[in-house]
């Protein structure tokens, strides 16, 4: 899918660079909070630099028990960093949004139904990347296109999700 959204975004004339974060050479805790200071692998000062040129994020992850695989928490708790992605203010319950002016896509495919994903798990890991994670550190609009029982979908259907993944590459949206 991520491939799709890219040949859709190059075809309306769009710069993309495609990362697959298991390619990437990191530790994905972050052992110490942020109490003490851990230096970024050369592949996290590389995506850090990607971010802060870029106008817009997509990310594309399947949905793993509610909400994103390990990995992809990982590689969050690693690169949207104080200092980086926001700023806590001094004495003040509030912080600064570092990543203002960009705005984001997600694409995650599910084996549950949307209607079970909203009505039960209440958009868990939508929420959680969404306004957790990109809104908090000031990437608005957020857009979220999830597909739903993806194990049960047959070769048509998948192709027709490549499709519209690809268009919404064309709009970068």
Partial sequence: MAKHYKTGAESSG?????????????DPVLRFGYTKE???EPDLVSIQNDISNADHLVFVYPN??????????????????PGFA???RENSPF?????????????VTMDSPKWYYSLFLRNAGHNAMKKGVL???????VKITSFPQMRSA???????WL??????????V
């Fill in 163 to 172: 499709d519209e993944v690809e268009e919404l590459g064309k709009k970068q």
């Fill in 135 to 141: 809104e908090f550190c000031g990437i608005k609009p």
């Fill in 64 to 81: 793993w028990w509610a909400t994103f695989p390990a990995l992809l928490k990982g590689f969050i708790d690693r690169v949207f960093l």
């Fill in 14 to 26: 769009a710069e993309c660079k495609l990362v697959n974060i298991t390619d990437l050479k990191f």
């Fill in 38 to 40: 851990t230096e970024l």
């Fill in 86 to 88: 926001f700023k806590y």
């Fill in 95 to 107: 912080w600064d949004k570092l990543l203002t002016g960009k705005s984001a896509r997600m694409v």
């Fill in 154 to 160: 047959d070769a048509k259907k998948r192709q027709k």
